[in-house]
């Protein structure tokens, strides 16, 4: 159900949230992407689950990085440009800066405040590094800034942040990766694994409920910044493991029936149904390599810890054929 309201939404939101607000409540599956979970109070609790007892991707992806900096920095060669997609706080950059001895950092983040909080941290963690930030959405290529000169680049992207999209999403953006680094790049890349499915529900539904609220959270943005009303209170955290996709989902499932407004629209939804805010999609050695060949990168080193749990993959991009 949706009708025209009269009030108008605030002149400083992004069109973009607010297209796919409004599109993602209208339709019969309702969904809203993964990537509209990080305002500030949202990049907040994501640190918070990262340090949760359940949520092993973050530490385990640390310890690899710890062991395997060098070996990465033996094969990447020194004075490359790193450019960090989705960089968060950044926490885990250091292990990679310390090995690489990079020319530059160039963290690319959606969230504005937060992303110069952690470049600044950082900036003072690593005196004499230039630090570039970028706000923007890397899911589009991105201009790089001429400050970074022609250093070949090792793009870095932690925390099988590419498991939160599709695969024809993902190839998308792997070519778009390959876009901004340019000729001659690296990337990389953390992935998850396929493993037992309770410790999957787990991490994605902790006992402390940091993820519930994170999940939650969305639903306050939309509530603050596009003049809803919805009923925080009337939904709840699923999540769910989606065998034939090999992928946890993460929904908000409304408790009851209930119609509310938001950016100048109304929406109805019946106790029961969910709104779909997440994916996160875990691959196997082959389906990662098979990822990273359809989004133009050629894996050249692979690492994984002692039970399999995560990987992070090294590639370059693959030079253009016109022959199979």
Same mark, same amino acid.
């Given at each position: 159900?949706?009708?025209?309201?009269? #009030?108008?939404?605030?002149?400083?939101?992004?069109? !973009?949230?607010?297209?796919? /607000?409004?599109?993602?409540? @209208?339709?019969?599956?309702?969904?809203?992407?993964?990537?509209?979970?990080?305002?500030? #109070?949202?990049?907040?609790?994501?640190?918070?689950?990262?340090?949760?007892?359940?949520?092993? *991707?973050?530490?385990?992806?640390? !310890?690899?990085?710890?062991?395997?900096?060098?070996?990465?920095?033996?094969?990447?060669?020194?004075?490359?440009?790193?450019v960090e997609f989705g960089?968060?706080?950044?926490?885990?950059?250091?292990?990679?800066?310390?090995?690489?001895?990079?020319?530059?950092?160039?963290?690319?983040?959606?969230?504005? &405040?937060?992303?110069?909080?952690?470049?600044?941290?950082?900036?003072?963690?690593?005196?004499?590094?230039?630090?570039?930030?970028?706000?923007?959405?890397?899911?589009?290529?991105?201009?790089?800034?001429? !400050?970074?000169?022609?250093?070949?680049?090792?793009?870095?992207?932690?925390?099988?942040?590419?498991?939160?999209?599709?695969?024809?999403?993902?190839?998308?953006?792997?070519?778009?990766?390959?876009?901004?680094?340019?000729?001659?790049?690296?990337?990389l890349i953390g992935m &998850?694994? /396929?493993?037992?499915?309770?410790?999957?529900? @787990?991490?994605?539904?902790?006992?402390?409920?940091?993820?519930?609220?994170?999940?939650?959270?969305?639903?306050?943005?939309?509530?603050?910044?596009?003049?809803? &009303?919805?009923?925080?209170?009337?939904?709840?955290? /699923?999540?769910?493991?989606?065998?034939?996709?090999?992928?946890?989902?993460?929904?908000?499932? !409304?408790?009851?029936?209930?119609?509310?407004?938001?950016?100048?629209?109304?929406?109805?939804?019946?106790?029961?149904?969910?709104?779909?805010?997440?994916?996160?999609?875990?691959? &196997?050695? #082959?389906?990662?390599?098979?990822?990273?060949?359809?989004?133009?990168?050629? *894996?050249?080193?692979?690492?994984?810890? *002692?039970?399999?749990?995560?990987?992070?993959?090294?590639?370059? /991009?693959? *030079?253009?054929?016109?022959?199979?």
């Amino acid at each position: 159900m949706l009708l025209e309201a009269e #009030r108008e939404t605030k002149p400083d939101v992004d069109p !973009a949230f607010r297209a796919d /607000v409004i599109a993602g409540l @209208s339709g019969a599956r309702k969904a809203i992407p993964a990537r509209w979970f990080y305002d500030r #109070r949202g990049s907040e609790l994501f640190e918070e689950i990262t340090d949760l007892p359940e949520y092993y *991707p973050t530490r385990t992806e640390r !310890a690899l990085l710890e062991i395997y900096a060098c070996d990465v920095a033996k094969l990447a060669g020194p004075g490359r440009a790193v450019v960090e997609f989705g960089s968060g706080s950044s926490a885990k950059t250091p292990l990679l800066l310390g090995a690489v001895q990079p020319s530059s950092y160039v963290p690319i983040d959606i969230s504005g &405040d937060f992303l110069r909080e952690s470049a600044a941290a950082l900036a003072e963690r690593f005196p004499g590094l230039p630090v570039h930030p970028i706000e923007a959405d890397f899911m589009h290529p991105i201009a790089l800034p001429e !400050a970074i000169g022609h250093a070949p680049r090792l793009g870095f992207f932690p925390g099988s942040t590419v498991g939160n999209l599709t695969a024809p999403t993902a190839v998308d953006l792997l070519r778009a990766m390959a876009g901004t680094l340019g000729v001659g790049a690296m990337l990389l890349i953390g992935m &998850d694994r /396929v493993k037992d499915e309770a410790a999957l529900i @787990s991490a994605y539904d902790d006992a402390q409920g940091v993820t519930a609220a994170f999940n939650l959270n969305l639903l306050h943005r939309i509530n603050r910044e596009l003049d809803g &009303d919805i009923p925080v209170e009337a939904f709840r955290h /699923v999540a769910r493991w989606n065998d034939p996709e090999a992928r946890i989902e993460m929904h908000l499932e !409304a408790v009851r029936d209930m119609s509310f407004t938001a950016a100048g629209h109304r929406f109805a939804i019946r106790g029961g149904e969910t709104i779909h805010t997440e994916n996160s999609h875990k691959y &196997d050695r #082959r389906s990662a390599r098979l990822l990273l060949a359809a989004g133009g990168w050629a *894996p050249i080193a692979e690492w994984t810890d *002692p039970q399999d749990r995560f990987a992070i993959l090294l590639a370059e /991009v693959k *030079p253009p054929r016109t022959a199979p």
